[in-house]
T-cell receptor, first 113, second 112 residues
């Protein structure tokens, strides 16, 4: 099921580099989310967007930025990556009009050396 | 904002036994409570959900109960099988399409 697609799936990079993670969806959902998952800490919300003109910070937005280029595209950037941003990142979508709950992409495993 | 607590963090059961995972939430305005299952290395996937106008919902071996007064909801898995081994997350929100607040997850291990 590739209706929420994240690229890349894996990325290894160095401290200080700028990184962009991309998410695209074919579900037609209006809302998109970026989460970070660390062992034992569950899913923590980084940023979310209710439509193209609406961007909101989540609980751990420091060090991250996002762009909602279109209804179907939501990208996450790390301006200057640091090792404690090593984690598994998930994009998710939901739809308020049809009451559809969040559906996740396959995740991006990011390692910062 | 909403706060969701989940217990236990790890749970080990014998195959065929039942497993129960419990969550509490803080915001009485929350009315939608999904449960996600995450197998190792994979995406979280919705397995069952409940809305505040019902107290219980079943889907084969899985059931969810909701006590609005106590702000508790629980996941019940009967006749557990090895393929039930995974991390389970509870969550709460106002409406099915809205922003979710997740619990910290329960690692369920079903032993043969």
């Amino acid at each position: 099921d590739a209706d929420v697609t994240q690229t890349p799936r894996n990325r290894i990079t160095k401290t200080g580099k700028r990184i962009m993670l991309e998410c695209s969806q074919t579900k037609g959902h209006d809302r998109m989310y970026w989460y970070r998952q660390d062992p034992g800490l569950g899913l923590r919300l980084i940023y979310y967007s209710f439509d193209v003109k609406d961007i909101n910070k989540g609980e751990i937005s420091d060090g991250y930025s996002v762009s909602r280029q279109a209804q179907a595209k939501f990208s996450l950037s790390l301006e200057s990556a640091i090792p404690n941003q090593t984690a598994l990142y998930f994009c998710a979508t939901s739809d308020i009009k049809s009451n559809q709950p969040q559906h996740f992409g396959d995740g991006t495993r990011l390692s910062i050396l | 904002g909403e706060n969701v607590e989940q217990h236990p963090s790890t749970l080990s059961v014998q195959e065929g036994d039942s497993a129960v995972i419990k969550c509490t939430y803080s915001d009485s305005a929350s009315n939608y409570f999904p449960w996600y299952k995450q197998e190792l290395g994979k995406r979280p996937q919705l397995i069952i959900d409940i809305r505040s106008n019902v107290g219980e919902k079943k889907d084969q071996r899985i059931a969810v109960t909701l006590n609005k007064t106590a702000k508790h909801f629980s996941l019940h898995i009967t006749e557990t099988q090895p393929e039930d081994s995974a991390v389970y997350f509870c969550a709460a929100s106002m409406g099915g399409g809205n922003k979710l607040t997740f619990g910290t997850g329960t690692q369920l291990k079903v032993e043969l």
